[in-house]
Every structure is written in structure tokens, then in C-alpha cells.
């Protein structure tokens, strides 16, 4: 078994005084990409906030065996390399995309490292498009180029654990398919995963493991290629009345 | 609220100890007591302005300003009597007031109050350099204020006059508040939702913002008679600010707010500039440097400021006792005509939303049907809230044409929409978490409602206002939320507020109801009761077009859906065949490609 | 008025408004960032000016006890945070940093001849204990509240302000002071008489702009600054986090602020209560940038400076009203343009 790199046990979080993540428990082991789905308001993107530092939680999250809720910032994360691709991109609008890289590599140089440029040319590898566009400002880039960017901008970071929040979200199938590429090809570089996603389909034929996210809490998880073929993660998604006669 | 009993005890004692005041006090208290009221009058309409309407004025120093010099001046070089240069006062400031407020309220947040900085020292330095108005030497030998023959010289008999004014403000904004045009005003920052329910906000905003500087005006009046004589000093910009600060460190959301902090501030300035010099020994604005001080800690403490604390002080002294309200029965309200059962209420066509380059809606076409439940679904991202948002005028479509009730919307701003009978939930609940579940839901009903914010301040709107409240009452117990009419929406799970936000829209008697995931966050049974409420509707008459997420829901209760994907239509149809549709099931699942 | 009385009132209008711009420059940064309405900058122009004043006649710089407290302070409360976090690695560099050093500092500047130095060297000694305040403002008073409403913070930044002026009139007493020029004297520019310090003042100005304008274009500092300004959870999600961004913001605006003081003080008098006038001047141009445009701000506040001259000579009574309703116009155009703006606060 690889090492576990990130852990949670009894995770709960509140939004106001509504608790939107109940007793949540996931492990991402090295090198593994590991995939939370679930239907919209399932509370996916509040357990990455969480996970991320952005929102108070309660339970025990461990990062690389370090306690970090209410221990650490999440510029303390960044610097421990865990990285967040979040959902609505978050990019800098009105920055190019080469200035958005490079800050991407902002928690990293102020540990002393200086090896950006070389760094944006891997980034450029994976993504060349964006080595087109290295002058384009990033509020101008299409939605496929938006989510590349928001990608090799969390890659400058060198990611031990990346966690990308909806990447599909918005893209046409193609984009879709390019992007999970991608994702396989980082993970074979070494860079942990935890995928998050509502097109379950796509998010299992990548992953090792699979959470199914149902009102906040987990209500199913297992290998991703037994999900692939489990009645009830359709079930979450589009109903009871239809998923037999689909599934069929 | 709950604690009527003690807290009224209370109220008594202060009033009571207040009157006794002036008859045994040293001339020195009487003299502070005095200042605080008038201070007090103006830091609550900063309440009104800031606390309940969100805006920030570090001018209304001004308007205090206006009021005291338009009576210096009248009554001594025209020999006018002081009641009739107030009435001149609030005549001149209401028009300043308006002007001012055309200009900077439609600005956002922060704009605002540095444009009061702006018109704070203008005005300053006009009094200053006007010399009709006595120039920085000011006026003298204003005349005291003469009550039915009853002249009230002395700072004594004075003091009745500001704290009953005071009172008399407070009481008025309380039933203000408590009322229809009351809480449009305190749902203000929720502009969106606001102007969504038919309610103009930037009159709203304006009146508060008048209101506000009247009271500054009344204040600046009484000030002109106590002191009998007015200079620019006490006008000028840090006036302006001192007025802010004790709003907001006496606690800008209560009324009783304004009164702690002006009492707090002027207390503890008084006691700094006694004791600092004789403490420290040294000459410099050492009460300055500790009021400074002093406030930062107390925000970093309390952003609320100290009224709350008191408050929760209180609460642990007297420990409340709980009691049980009812809504008042009363008519029902009267209700605008149905559609016949199967016309069309709704017809879209080709609408596109265009963000810049990106197109979120790409010519889409929709109908609904009166008595029949429309549902939008398709994955995250599709676009369908932004549809929403171009039917309802929230974010107007680019292209295309929307009909509502025969009449072209695509146009027209949400008020006005909200007006001719459509009404929304939002996917995101926009209720306004301190106001009551009954409150919240009454906001629904504004536009069936005609009594203006004077006429409920003075309390004559109560048969209007029983009929709203037992309106939305009736709509809340409709939706199940019968036990919560008297809870705060912020104590209410999610999805009961989600509910909270379909008995609002209940309560304008819409023709056409959209909900946008109206199911999300509702246990099995509270789904269950919701979907037999729609069906309900349905059976009224009523259309529904809602986006929803939960596909039991909406198979089990849809008349025909609607799915899209990447802002485009994808299929419509019967429930069934939507469920069994491969493409459908692809858009939500993703491909199966092997 | 004749010629040469314009082209004299031009030139002042120019080298205030220099200054206006510089201190409009800071307000937008630190509004942007921070969403502070920074009330108080005004003041570090005051106190830079006075500091350097003192030092100038050869005495310590009177702020630098006023240095050392917060100093310890923020030592102290960075300790807390520290060890709190579980970081007590971090404990040594944070006393060394906040409280030791600016002891070292004082040591150091009472061994030193002040009257005698260098006119550089004294200005390097008057800025060194004034802009420490800037990041330790930001610590103590607005970091606790980062994420409070802009009103909040706008209230903490006037308490603020009356902290430092009633602790500036203890520093520098109520007599107002001015420092010698640069370099005396000056030059007949066609049909103008131009005073060196003028040019100095000018220069100086346009030069720091540039400089801040490298800054943000080039050095990934400058560059994360306008990172947080664009998209604050973006830069948080980057390890940028608002702490390191507030500090540095409040840092460049003490210095921006303090030299220019020290560049106007040869030309006005200055007092310990002179930064709030001048510090809302600056607003006035930032508020004609609309609080978000760099060289609208600045060009903004040249006007200011233009403006308030001319009026002086034609109106002088009514010289700060001119200056100030000119905010009006400018809002008022911005309310024509600006379209619907939500307040709205999604919780």
C-alpha cells in the first residue's frame, strides 16, 4: 500500500448554521488519483473549500500527516503544495496568461526557488496552447483555455496533492476528454489527484478510487471501475424512477 | 422582543429616571444629557442609513448644519418664528437631501461615503465664508423657542424638548420599520432579490437617506435654541465622523444603538479630557489618541458594536421568558384575475445571453402553460439559471424575445415584471437572515399593498398591514412552515428558507412562479409535501417553470421538461421520454467511450 | 492676472498636484488590496515631514519610541498567532524581526552626529522610522479585521487617524516645520522663474511613479499585489495570502506618504495636523480614477493641484469648497455611466 497523503476523519462543515458536510471520511494514498462525485448540491465544492482551508470545518483533516484545521493557512498549504484548480477558475483577469503562471509559482519563490522559467516550459509542454496565448489576457481565453490555464497555473506550484474542483464543468465532450487526459498524464508524472466531479462517467474511467457525495454526506465509495458499473450512482444522479430501464 | 415584560420594565425605569433628570441633576449633567440627545438624533438616522440601508454618510454634520443656520439666520435677521424656520430647515433639506442623494446613492458602497466627505466639507467651508451667515464669527442672539406662550430658555426645560423629540423619532422609526415600506427598506442590500419583488430600490434608498438627514436637520434646529448662537465648528467633517462613530460603535442594526453610542461617546470623551492631562501630565490630544485606540479594540471585538453585547448582557440578567405570538386574521387580499386553464402565460424565443465573448443561452424557445409545471433541467453549467434570470429581468437576454401575458418583457426591468405577475425563488437564498420568517415572506406582498413609510410611521397603515401579514401567514402555513412564522430565516434549516423563498413568491398572487432548485436541501418528506403543494398550485391555475436538480422530483411532478446542455436546447418532452433519452443520459453521465 | 502670475500659480498648481498624485496612487493601492479606505495616509506626509525636520536640527527622530512599541507589540501578537499555529520555529526570526531590530535602530541613531550628516542620509534616517509604522498599522489594527465590511474598516482607518494626530501633536508639538530645499536657488525657464526644489519635486515624483509602475509590472511582488487586487480568493488559492499583501501595500503607501512629506516641507509649512487635508486632496484624484485606474488617479490629482491654485488666486475663501465639490461633476458622471451596482453580500 502507497503512504496516505491526505486523510479526513469525521469532517463536517457549516454554512451559517446549516451543516452542508456530515462525518465525511476520504484517503488519498501517493500517486493515486482519487475522484469525490455526486449530483449538484451535493456539497462537493464545500469539502474541497474545506480541505483547502477557505472554510471553518470541524473533525481532523491530516496533509502529509500534519493536522491543518485551524493549524494551517492556506498559503501554508500552497507552500506544502497542496493546490486548489477551483471550480469558478479564479483566474486573473486582466493579467496575461504568462503573468498568471507565473504566479502560480509565487508560494514557491518565496522559498527561494527561481526556477520559473524553466517550470512554464513544462507547463507549456503539457499545455501548448497556452505557450500560443502566452501574451493574451487571460479574461479574453475561451472556456477549454480558461480551465488549461487555471491547471498550468496550479501546476507552476509543483503540486504534491492537486485537487481540481469540476474541471469538465461548462466544456464540450472533446475538451472534456483532453483535459482527463491531462490528468492521467500528471499523475504518471507523480502528482496525487483528487478529482472532483459531477460527470461521473468520465471522472470514474480516470480514477483509482471513487466517493459518491449524496446531501453532504459519502453514500457510496469503492474502486472506480466498480462504481463504473454500480446501479446506485446512477440512482443519485437522474432518480429511481428512470435508472432501472437505463441501467437495464 | 420575547422579553416584553422585563425589557418594558426597564424602558420605564430609563424614561422615568430620564424625566426626574433635569429636576436634581447638576446644571454639567443636564448640559451632557442634553448633547447626547441631540447627538443621539442624528446618529439614528446614520441607523436608518447605514445599520438598515447599508449606505455611509460622514456628512450629515452638514444637515445639522443646515438646519441650525437656516433658523440662526431667519429668525434673527427676518423674524421668523422658530417654528416656522423648522418647517423652512426640512423644506431646504429635503431638497439638498434629494440632490445630494441623486447624485451618490446610485454608486456603490464605497463611493459613497467619500462623497459625503466631499459635501461635508464643502458645506463646512460655505457656512464659514458666507458672510450673510456671519462667516466664521457666526450668528448671535437667536431667540429661545416659545411653546403656547411657554418660553423655554433654560437648558432645563430645554432638555423636555430633545428627549421628547428623540422619543418621538424613535418610537416613529420603530413603527417605520414595522412595516410593509419598513422592511423593503431592510432588505435593501439584497438589491437584486429586492427589485425582483416589484420594490424600487433607489427610492427606498433615497427616503432613507432623507429621513436621515431631517433628523440631522431637527437636531441642528434644537441645537441653534439650546445654544442660542451657531458657528461653523460644530459642523465641520470630524463632527460629521463623530456622528459615524457613535452609530456604529453604539451598534448600527438597533435603534436603541444610536442612543448608547452617542451616550457612550460623549461620556467617555468627557472623562478623557478630565482625566488624561492630569494623568499623564503632558499637553496633547490624548483623548484622541485613547478614543482612538479604544475604538479599534472595541471593533476588533465587537463589529456589531456594543448594543448587541449589552443586549446578550441583559438576556443572561433577565433571562427571557418565552411567549407566543399570533398573526391577527384579517380580509384576504384581493387577487388578480387567472388565465384560462392551458393558455399561454410564457413564451420564449430564441433568447441568447451573451457574457462578452461567451454565450451562455444560444436561441432558446420555451413555452408555458397556465396550470402546468415546466422543469429546466441539464448539467451544471448548461445555463439555466441565466435563462432565468433573462425571464425574470434580472440579467437581460441580449437577443431574442420573451412574451409574458401577451406582453413583451424581454425589455423590462424585474420591478416591472415583478408587477405584472411573475414572481421567482433564487438558487442562492436571498432572504434577509435577522427579519422573521413572516417578515421575509411579507416582503412578497409589497406591491398588494399601498400605506407609505409616514403613514406607518404614525401607525396608520395597521388594517393593511394585518391583511399582509395574514396573507403571509396563510401562505407560509400553505408551504408547511406554519410553526416557523415567528423564527428568524437565519436559524431555519436551508431548505426551509428555500421553502420560506416560494411562500414569498406566493404571497405577490403571481400568474407565473419560477423556481430555481426549489428542492435542493429537503429531506424525502419535505420533498414530498413540496411536490403535493405545486401539484396543488397547479390544480389553481397557477404556472410553474422550475430548474431542479433532484430528478425524482422533478419526473414525478413535471408536465413536460426541458433539458439543455452548453446553453443550448438538448431535448424536450414528456417526463418518460426525457429519462430514457440516450442523449440525455450522455449530457449527465458523460460519454461511454471504450 | 498677467502671464507670469499663471505661469507662477501653474507651477504650484503642478508640484501639489505632483504630490496629490503620489498620494493618490498609495489610496488606490490600498483600496484595492485591502478594501481600506485609508484615511490616515495623509498623515505619514506629516509625520515624514516633521520627522525630518527633527533630524535636520539634529535631534532623534521623535517616532522612533512610538516604532519600538508597536514593534513589540507586533512581536508579540505574531508570537501568539505562532504559536498558536504550532510554528514555534518561526518564534526567534519574528522577535528579531518587529522588536529587536528597531532597539538596533535606535541604538545605532543616537550614536550618530545627526546635524552633521549627510541631507540623504538624514532623509534615509527620517524615513526608516516612519514607514515601519505603515506594516505595523496594518498589523495591529487592520489585519485582525481583514475580512470585516469596507465600512468597518473604513471606521477602524479614522480611529486610526485620530490616533496619529493626537500622537503627532505629542511628537511635534503644534509649531509647524519646514526643512531646507534640496538645493537653493533656481532657473529662469523662458518666462518662468522655476525653483530647483520645484523641479526636485517634479522629478522626483514622476521618477517614484515610474518606479512603482516597474514594480507592478515586472517583480512578481509587484505582480501578486495586483493579483489580489483582480481576484482575492485566486491569489489566497496561490499562497498569496492577504496578510503578506496588506503589509507590503501599507509599507509602499508609509513611503510613498513620509517622502512626500519630506519633498514638500522645503516649499509649505507643514503641521501635525496638515496630512488630513493634503491626504483627502489625494482622494479627490483617486476618487476621479474611480479608486480602480492608476494614471486616471494621478492625472486626477494633478488637476486637483491645478484647480486649488488657480482658486486661491480668484476665490481663496472658497478655495476647498472648488476643490471639493469638484468631486461632484465627477460623481455624478459616474452614477450616469455606471450601471446597476449590487451591494449584495451572498451568505
Given amino acids: 500500500m502507497k503512504p496516505v497523503i491526505m486523510e479526513t476523519s469525521g469532517l463536517c462543515v457549516n454554512y451559517g448554521r446549516v451543516e452542508a458536510i456530515h462525518n465525511v471520511n476520504i484517503r488519498i494514498r501517493e500517486g493515486e488519483i482519487v475522484t469525490v462525485i455526486g449530483p449538484n448540491g451535493a456539497g462537493k465544492t464545500t469539502l474541497l473549500s474545506a480541505l483547502m482551508g477557505l472554510l471553518p ?78 501574451k493574451q489576457e487571460a479574461g479574453t481565453l475561451s472556456g477549454g483555455e480558461r480551465q488549461m490555464l487555471a491547471m498550468g497555473r496550479a501546476l507552476m506550484a509543483k503540486p504534491t496533492l492537486l485537487m481540481l474542483d469540476e474541471p469538465s464543468l461548462g466544456l464540450a465532450p472533446l475538451i472534456v476528454k483532453e483535459i482527463l487526459r491531462i490528468v492521467v498524464q500528471l499523475k504518471s508524472m507523480g502528482v496525487s489527484i483528487l478529482l472532483v466531479e459531477q460527470n461521473a462517467r468520465a471522472a470514474l474511467q480516470v480514477a483509482d478510487y471513487g466517493y459518491v457525495l449524496e446531501n453532504g454526506s459519502v453514500a457510496v465509495e469503492n474502486e472506480a471501475k466498480a462504481l463504473l458499473h454500480d446501479p446506485r450512482v446512477i440512482e443519485s444522479y437522474l432518480g429511481l424512477g428512470g435508472s432501472h430501464s437505463i441501467a437495464a | 422582543m420575547a422579553a416584553l415584560l422585563t425589557s418594558n420594565r426597564v424602558l420605564i425605569a430609563f424614561l422615568l429616571g430620564l424625566a426626574m433628570l433635569p429636576l436634581f441633576a447638576a446644571q454639567f449633567t443636564v448640559t451632557i444629557v442634553n448633547y447626547i440627545g441631540l447627538y443621539a438624533l442624528v446618529a439614528l438616522g446614520l441607523v436608518l442609513l447605514t445599520g438598515i440601508g447599508g449606505l455611509t454618510s460622514f456628512g450629515q454634520a452638514a444637515f445639522v448644519g443646515l438646519g441650525a443656520y437656516a433658523t440662526a439666520y431667519l429668525t434673527t435677521r427676518h423674524g421668523m418664528s422658530p417654528w416656522g424656520t423648522l418647517i423652512v430647515g426640512m423644506v431646504i433639506t429635503t431638497a439638498v437631501s434629494l440632490a445630494l442623494g441623486f447624485i451618490t446613492l446610485r454608486l456603490s458602497g464605497h463611493f459613497l461615503p467619500l462623497g459625503t466627505i466631499a459635501w461635508g466639507i464643502s458645506l463646512y467651508f460655505i457656512f464659514g465664508n458666507v458672510q450673510a451667515l456671519g462667516g466664521h464669527g457666526g ?86 435654541h439650546l445654544q442660542r448662537f451657531v458657528n461653523p465648528t460644530p459642523f465641520s467633517l470630524g463632527q460629521g465622523i463623530e456622528y459615524l462613530f457613535m452609530a456604529v460603535l453604539g451598534g448600527a442594526s438597533a435603534v436603541w444603538g444610536a442612543v448608547f453610542g452617542a451616550t457612550a461617546v460623549s461620556f467617555l470623551k468627557e472623562w478623557l479630557q478630565d482625566w488624561l492631562p492630569k494623568l499623564l501630565g503632558a499637553t496633547g490630544n490624548f483623548e484622541m489618541v485613547v478614543f482612538g485606540l479604544l475604538t479599534i479594540v472595541v471593533l476588533h471585538r465587537a463589529r456589531d458594536g456594543l448594543w448587541p453585547i449589552l443586549l446578550r448582557v441583559f438576556a443572561i440578567v433577565a433571562p427571557q ?61 448548461a445555463g439555466k439559471s441565466t435563462l432565468f434570470n433573462c425571464i425574470s429581468g434580472v440579467n437581460p437576454a441580449t437577443e431574442g424575445e420573451i412574451r409574458f401575458m401577451g406582453k413583451r418583457i424581454d425589455q423590462l426591468g424585474s420591478r416591472e415584471i415583478a408587477k405584472l405577475g411573475m414572481s421567482r425563488s433564487f438558487q442562492h437564498v436571498r432572504l434577509n437572515q435577522d427579519m422573521t420568517v413572516l417578515e421575509n415572506a411579507a416582503i412578497g406582498a409589497h406591491l398588494r399593498g399601498r400605506k407609505n413609510f409616514v403613514q ?102 413535471a408536465d413536460r421538461v426541458l433539458v439543455m446542455e452548453f446553453g443550448e436546447y438538448l431535448a424536450e418532452g414528456l417526463p418518460q421520454e426525457i429519462q430514457t433519452n440516450p442523449k440525455v443520459l450522455e449530457a449527465y453521465l458523460g460519454g461511454v467511450d471504450e | 492676472m498677467d502671464a507670469a502670475v499663471a505661469l507662477l500659480l501653474a507651477q504650484d498648481g503642478i508640484t501639489n498636484g505632483a504630490i496629490y498624485a503620489l498620494l493618490s496612487l498609495a489610496l488606490v493601492l490600498v483600496f484595492a488590496v485591502t478594501r481600506v479606505i485609508y484615511i490616515p495616509q495623509g498623515e505619514f506626509v506629516a509625520y515624514g515631514a516633521l520627522s525630518m525636520a527633527a533630524v535636520n536640527a539634529g535631534f532623534l527622530p521623535p517616532t522612533m519610541w512610538l516604532v519600538v512599541t508597536l514593534g513589540i507589540a507586533v512581536a508579540i501578537v505574531d508570537s501568539v498567532a505562532a504559536i498558536r499555529e504550532g510554528a514555534k520555529a518561526r518564534l526567534p526570526m519574528v522577535i528579531f524581526k518587529n522588536a529587536v531590530l528597531p532597539i538596533l535602530a535606535v541604538i545605532v541613531v543616537r550614536q550618530l552626529p545627526l546635524k552633521d550628516l549627510a541631507y540623504v542620509l538624514q532623509v534615509l534616517i527620517a524615513l526608516a522610522f516612519v514607514v515601519p509604522l505603515g506594516p505595523q498599522v496594518y498589523r495591529l489594527a487592520f489585519q485582525p479585521v481583514a475580512e470585516a465590511s469596507v ?143 492608476y494614471p486616471l488617479a494621478a492625472a486626477g490629482a494633478v488637476l486637483v493641484g491645478l484647480l486649488e491654485s488657480y482658486s486661491s488666486f480668484y476665490a481663496s475663501a472658497y478655495k476647498e469648497v472648488i476643490v471639493f465639490t469638484l468631486i461632484i461633476p465627477v460623481l455624478l458622471y459616474q452614477s450616469l455611466t455606471t450601471k446597476h451596482i449590487d451591494d449584495e453580500e451572498d451568505h
Fill in chain 1, 57 to 134: 470545518a470541524r473533525g481532523e483533516v491530516k496533509y502529509q500527516g500534519h493536522s491543518t484545521l485551524g493549524a494551517m493557512s492556506v498559503d501554508a498549504l500552497v507552500a506544502k503544495g497542496l493546490v486548489l484548480v477551483p471550480e469558478k477558475r479564479e483566474l486573473f483577469g486582466s493579467m496575461s496568461v504568462a503573468d498568471n503562471l507565473l504566479l502560480g509559482a509565487f508560494a514557491r519563490h518565496r522559498r527561494g526557488d527561481r526556477d520559473h522559467a524553466k517550470t512554464m516550459d513544462e507547463v507549456y509542454a503539457i499545455f501548448p496552447r497556452l505557450a500560443e496565448r502566452h
Fill in chain 2, 139 to 224: 450668528i448671535d442672539g437667536i431667540p429661545p423657542v416659545d411653546l403656547f406662550g411657554l418660553e423655554l430658555g433654560s437648558s432645563r426645560a430645554f432638555f423636555y424638548v430633545i428627549w421628547i423629540t428623540l422619543l418621538a423619532a424613535i418610537i416613529t422609526t420603530q413603527n417605520m420599520l414595522d412595516s410593509r415600506e419598513g422592511r423593503a427598506m431592510r432588505c435593501l442590500r439584497a438589491m437584486t432579490m429586492t427589485e425582483a419583488m416589484g420594490i424600487n430600490t433607489l427610492r427606498y434608498r433615497m427616503v432613507l437617506f432623507m429621513i436621515a438627514a431631517q433628523f440631522a436637520c431637527v437636531s441642528g434646529w434644537l441645537y441653534a
Fill in chain 2, 321 to 381: 421568558r418565552q411567549q407566543m405570538r399570533e398573526v391577527e386574521p384579517a380580509l384576504p387580499l384581493p387577487r388578480r384575475d387567472a388565465p384560462a386553464p392551458g393558455s399561454e402565460v410564457l413564451r420564449v424565443i430564441e433568447v441568447t445571453k451573451r457574457f462578452g465573448g461567451l454565450v451562455a443561452n444560444n436561441k432558446m424557445n420555451l413555452t408555458v402553460r397556465a396550470g402546468e409545471v415546466m422543469a429546466l433541467i441539464g448539467p451544471n453549467g
Fill in chain 2, 456 to 557: 406607518s410611521a404614525w401607525r396608520l397603515d395597521r388594517e393593511e398591514e394585518r391583511r399582509l401579514l395574514w396573507e403571509a401567514a396563510h401562505q407560509l402555513q400553505r408551504c408547511g412552515l406554519g410553526e416557523h412564522l415567528f423564527d428568524t430565516c437565519g436559524s431555519l434549516p436551508l431548505g426551509k428558507q428555500r421553502i420560506v423563498e416560494i411562500a414569498r413568491a406566493l404571497c405577490s398572487d403571481p400568474t407565473l412562479l419560477l423556481l430555481d432548485e426549489p428542492a435542493a436541501g429537503l429531506r424525502h418528506l419535505e420533498k414530498r409535501a413540496l411536490a403535493e403543494l405545486l401539484a396543488k398550485l397547479r390544480g389553481e391555475g397557477m404556472a410553474i417553470l422550475l430548474v431542479e436538480h433532484d430528478m425524482d422530483f422533478v419526473m414525478g411532478l
Fill in chain 3, 151 to 293: 465600512l468597518l474598516l473604513l471606521i477602524v482607518a479614522v480611529a486610526v487617524h485620530f490616533v496619529m494626530v493626537g500622537m503627532g501633536l505629542y511628537f511635534f508639538g503644534a509649531e509647524g516645520a519646514r526643512i531646507p530645499p534640496f538645493t537653493d536657488g533656481g532657473v529662469t525657464l523662458g518666462p518662468a522663474y522655476v525653483q530647483y526644489q520645484t523641479i526636485w519635486i517634479v522629478g522626483i515624483a514622476a521618477l517614484l511613479i515610474a518606479g512603482l509602475a516597474l514594480f507592478f509590472e515586472h517583480s512578481i511582488y509587484g505582480k501578486a499585489l495586483r493579483a489580489t487586487a483582480i481576484n482575492r480568493t485566486g491569489a489566497r488559492l496561490m499562497g498569496i495570502s492577504a496578510d503578506l499583501a496588506g503589509k507590503l501595500c501599507f509599507t509602499l503607501s508609509a513611503l510613498v506618504g513620509a517622502f512626500s512629506g519630506i519633498l514638500i516641507a522645503p516649499i509649505t509649512t507643514i503641521y501635525y495636523d496638515t496630512g488630513f487635508l493634503v491626504g483627502l486632496k489625494g482622494f479627490v484624484g483617486a476618487i476621479i480614477g474611480g479608486l480602480v485606474s
